[in-house]
């Protein structure tokens, strides 16, 4: 069935024009302290797993272990921050989500096996998982259609600065102390929310008896389901890049034959860097393309490009690993319109649930690039297998943006039947 157009005034009484209020300033914030709590095990993995007393062989599998359930955590959290968000509001999920993943982070600082680590990571990744869809979705609602993109952008941008913090905080101070003041600045977050109001759209649809926030809709019908599928498709490169090339930086540094020692959290911090320019710079290329996929396009090129310099010979020393990680970053600078478009293809009543579900289940999606990665190895060498894992998620989502809808200046104000 299609979906019906709900009235033209619906919820447009706080559509604001400007990209600078906020609800963006809000989820701007919420967004960096997200990026910082998730990005943190990446940049104090060696060290903190080193001073629990693990051997580099442990440490590499041990980190593997805990972002997978991690990133297990974020596909679980991302399914039950969603569904809330259209069945209790947006504002409901800001709340929970921050208290969730705030006290997590705080507990994180008292671990001492592999275990307690991977059981804070798990509950950590539940709780980040509902802060970016549920503040992109109030942003898509609460801001004029022509400018969305760019609000979301700034969002995107903002947040992702989060992982530079935490890169020069860890060199600052001990990795315990880094996950505690996570989940304080956490808790600063709850008092700027205060003042947010809930999305108009939402606040209509929520005294009628429709059907809100039933992730089983997303299957039961072909159409919705194939847009759902990709989504979350093209959103693939961003964690190949991040999860696979940057976290492991330092072991193809040394199979490329780089001498100096290459520093994962050093390659986070540069990649980061270019990631959180890239994603403010594609808000205003797609408005100038008016388009969402002709901007997808440019940055995807520029990724497929920058894999192939990872594993040229260019990539020949600390240096260049540094340089290339940070092209990567630019390349990889699509998020805020990636989740933009999934909140874009739903309806109201379904729009938080996919904003939130589709960026958790790209992120959910790492462990099973590890395992395509993983089983590579056993056919070709780790270099190999890192590259061809890199083609064959490149593929797929560039046959994922082919056949997604343009949804640049859609009409939001609708729901799924």
């Not at 979705?137 to 935490?166: H, N, P």
């Not at 996950?179 to 709850?190: A, E, M, P, Q, S």
């Not at 008016?290 to 990539?315: D, E, G, H, Q, W």
Request: net charge positive.
């Amino acid at each position: 069935m299609h979906p019906h157009q709900m009235n033209e005034n619906f919820g447009m009484q706080k559509n604001t024009h400007s990209v600078f209020n906020l609800v963006v300033l809000v989820a701007a914030l919420g967004y960096f302290v997200d990026i910082y709590d998730l990005l943190l095990f990446q940049i104090v993995r060696i060290p903190s797993l080193r001073s629990l007393g693990f051997d580099a062989d442990a440490i590499k599998k041990g980190g593997e272990y805990i972002i997978s359930l991690q990133m297990l955590g974020l596909l679980i959290g991302g399914i039950i921050w969603g569904v809330m968000g259209d069945k209790k509001g947006r504002l409901s999920v800001l709340f929970g989500s921050i208290i969730l993943y705030s006290l997590a982070n705080i507990a994180n600082g008292f671990v001492h096996t592999i275990n307690q680590y991977a059981l804070t990571r798990f509950i950590a990744g539940i709780g980040l998982a509902g802060e970016l869809g549920a503040g992109i979705t109030l942003v898509t609602e609460l801001v004029s259609k022509e400018k969305r993109g760019i609000a979301t952008s700034v969002v995107a941008g903002v947040g992702l600065t989060g992982a530079i913090v935490a890169y020069f905080i860890s060199k600052n101070f001990d990795w315990r102390i880094c996950y505690y003041i996570g989940g304080g600045l956490g808790f600063l977050l709850l008092l700027l929310r205060i003042g947010v109001f809930e999305s108009g759209m939402y606040t209509q649809i929520k005294e009628q008896k429709i059907a809100r926030g039933n992730f089983g809709m997303f299957f039961s019908n072909k159409t919705r389901f194939r847009k759902y599928i990709f989504s979350i498709l093209i959103g693939l490169p961003t964690w190949y890049v991040i999860g696979i090339l940057i976290v492991f930086s330092n072991e193809f540094g040394k199979r490329f034959g780089i001498s100096e020692e290459i520093l994962p959290g050093k390659a986070t911090m540069v990649s980061y860097i270019a990631i959180a320019f890239a994603d403010v710079f594609i808000g205003f290329v797609s408005n100038w393309l008016r388009s969402r996929k002709k901007a997808l396009y440019i940055f995807y090129f520029i990724t497929a490009v920058s894999i192939a310099a990872y594993f040229s010979p260019l990539n020949n020393s600390a240096t260049a690993m540094y340089i290339i990680s940070a092209a990567l970053g630019f390349g990889t600078g699509f998020w805020a319109i990636f989740v933009t478009m999934a909140a874009e293809q739903f309806g109201t009543n379904l729009r938080a649930t996919a904003a939130t579900t589709v960026p958790n289940m790209v992120r959910g999606a790492l462990p099973l690039m590890l395992i395509l990665f993983n089983a590579l190895q056993q056919f070709t060498n780790y270099v190999n297998a890192g590259l061809i894992t890199g083609v064959v998620i490149m593929f797929i989502s560039f046959v994922s943006v082919f056949f997604t809808e343009e949804t640049f200046g859609k009409d939001l104000n609708y729901i799924e039947n």
